[in-house]
């Protein structure tokens, strides 16, 4: 196992993509703290004068109950239905805000991510060497400093919000009920959003400090970047010997075509292209067979084992190699130079025949494009 000094590289796709599966993302519970307690005091400034009326209208029907609905249990239940109802939309919408920043606190740094493996009981977990390292490790020192940051930074902000509400504070208890249920709810709100709002430059702190953290830990050593590349991309020996094996498996399936070509055209010493025409077919003349050195060798061979013919041209063999693989039709460019050469075939082998007379050489200067020439 590498040590950790030697781990410098950033971690790559493929670790963090494991990883993430394994339920090991970048989380910030200061920023998923923060979030709901901002909202949660904005959610009381906002729907605070409502929740108040709420609970207002609430005591005045429950306390305000008559004979009838004493002792009627259809008409007691009709009023707390009634005080329900009242109370119910403002709660509940406040409830909704605070959990849809409970949600999106959670998942704002490292994403959406479920997965059963976290959940896993582990012996390392239970292991408390592990839980002093954490405790006493840089981890554990940080943690400690954000604890008390938190501490000092809120009763500052308690402090404050009582210095500057007391006055008004003070006055409550002068003021007529339900106005001063109203005010006491607006200094609430106003005194928790201010203790809230000091949760923010901790989280602001923590956010990076825990991306930062996470892709430390994830840091690989030069050695486990190229071991995964290898993983991935495949052992470098095992992906030669497989183009070996196809190259030769391709070799042999054109050896065998070779047979059936009306014509090898060589360099001759370099390059041999086997080429076969069905005057029959719509297709233009194809490339069988083609091979340079030994692999030229080795289809002249075969051509003059079965007395296919072989014309020495070799421009052609070059530009026809090098613009054409095998199984695929001939350039349309090369068309006249490769229509000679198979009229040279055809009248040799009528002349063989006794059908005609022995066709002229093909010319040493066949129509080829300067763009194909080798």
């Not at 080429?275 to 719509?282: A, M, S």
Request: contains cysteine; glycine residues 6%.
């Amino acid at each position: 196992m590498a040590d950790q000094s030697d781990k410098t590289e950033d971690p790559t796709g493929k670790k963090l993509e494991d990883t993430r599966k394994k339920g090991q993302i970048a989380r910030s519970r200061e920023l998923s703290t923060a979030l709901v307690l901002v909202s949660s005091g904005i959610g009381l400034l906002v729907m605070g004068a409502d929740i108040a009326k709420a609970i207002y209208l609430v005591t005045q029907r429950t306390l305000t109950l008559s004979r009838d609905e004493t002792y009627d249990y259809n008409h007691m239940f009709q009023a707390w239905g009634s005080a329900l109802e009242t109370i119910s939309f403002p709660v509940i919408l406040f409830l909704v805000i605070v959990t849809i920043a409970g949600i999106y606190g959670n998942i704002a740094l490292g994403g959406y991510n479920f997965t059963w493996e976290s959940a896993a009981p582990k012996a390392s977990k239970l292991n408390p060497l592990n839980g002093f390292k954490r405790m006493f490790g840089m981890n554990g020192v940080v943690e400690l400093l954000k604890a008390l940051a938190k501490f000092f930074i809120v009763a500052s902000m308690a402090y404050m919000a009582m210095a500057i509400f007391q006055d008004e504070a003070l006055q409550i208890d002068l003021e007529l009920y339900p106005r001063n249920l109203f005010h006491a709810m607006d200094l609430v709100a106003w005194g928790f959003l201010l203790m809230c709002c000091a949760l923010i430059p901790i989280a602001a702190f923590d956010v990076p400090y825990q991306a930062y953290k996470h892709n430390k830990e994830l840091k690989m050593s030069k050695q486990e970047v190229k071991d995964e590349r290898k993983n991935s991309d495949g052992d470098p020996q095992i992906k030669s010997r497989i183009r070996r094996l196809q190259y030769q498996a391709a070799a042999r399936r054109m050896m065998q075509q070779v047979p059936t070509a009306d014509v090898v055209v060589t360099n001759p010493t370099h390059y041999s292209v086997a080429i076969k025409y069905e005057q029959t077919g719509k297709r233009a003349p194809v490339v069988v067979a083609k091979g340079m050195d030994e692999m030229a060798m080795h289809i002249r061979k075969i051509a003059n084992a079965h007395e296919v013919p072989i014309v020495e041209s070799p421009m052609l063999a070059r530009a026809i190699y090098y613009s054409t693989e095998a199984e695929q039709e001939i350039p349309e460019k090369l068309f006249m130079a490769v229509a000679q050469v198979l009229a040279y075939v055809y009248q040799l082998k009528a002349y063989k025949k006794g059908k005609g007379k022995r066709p002229k050489a093909v010319p040493k200067n066949l129509p080829i494009p300067v763009e194909l020439r080798r």
